[in-house]
C-alpha cells in the first residue's frame, strides 16, 4: 500500500474494505500507511476468515482512527488526524 500511496500521491484518501479476510493483514501490517493518509475507512470485518481480526480490531481501535459507527460487522471510522471534531 505505501508503493501506490507514494506512486499515485495520495496524500489522503477514503478506503472501502471488503476482501474477505484479508482486511486483518491490510490493518496488522498497513496500519502505519492507512494513519498517515487515510481519513474514512469503511471495513467489513469477516470473523470467521482470520484469526487476526481480533488483532486487527484492537491495533486500529489503538490507532487514530475513531469508530463512529458499526452496522451488521461493517465498521467506519474517522481518522482524528483529519477529524478533530471527534
Same mark, same amino acid.
Given at each position: 500500500? =505505501?508503493?501506490?500511496?507514494?506512486?499515485?500521491?495520495? &496524500?489522503?484518501?477514503? +478506503?472501502?474494505?471488503?476482501? /474477505?479476510?484479508?482486511?486483518?493483514?491490510?490493518? &496488522?501490517? /498497513?496500519?502505519?500507511?492507512? /494513519?498517515?493518509?487515510?481519513?474514512? =475507512?469503511?471495513?467489513?470485518?469477516?470473523?470467521?476468515? @482470520? @484469526?487476526?481480526?481480533?488483532? =486487527?480490531?484492537?491495533?486500529?481501535?489503538?490507532?487514530?482512527?475513531?469508530?463512529?459507527?458499526?452496522? /451488521?460487522? +461493517?465498521?467506519?471510522?474517522?481518522?482524528?488526524?483529519?477529524?478533530?471534531?471527534?
Amino acid at each position: 500500500m =505505501a508503493d501506490i500511496v507514494h506512486n499515485y500521491d495520495l &496524500n489522503k484518501f477514503v +478506503i472501502i474494505v471488503d476482501i /474477505e479476510g484479508g482486511e486483518s493483514d491490510l490493518i &496488522n501490517n /498497513e496500519l502505519d500507511v492507512l /494513519e498517515k493518509n487515510c481519513e474514512i =475507512a469503511i471495513i467489513e470485518f469477516h470473523e470467521g476468515y @482470520s @484469526s487476526g481480526v481480533k488483532k =486487527a480490531k484492537k491495533n486500529i481501535n489503538n490507532s487514530t482512527f475513531e469508530l463512529i459507527e458499526c452496522v /451488521e460487522g +461493517i465498521n467506519v471510522y474517522f481518522n482524528k488526524k483529519y477529524h478533530s471534531e471527534i
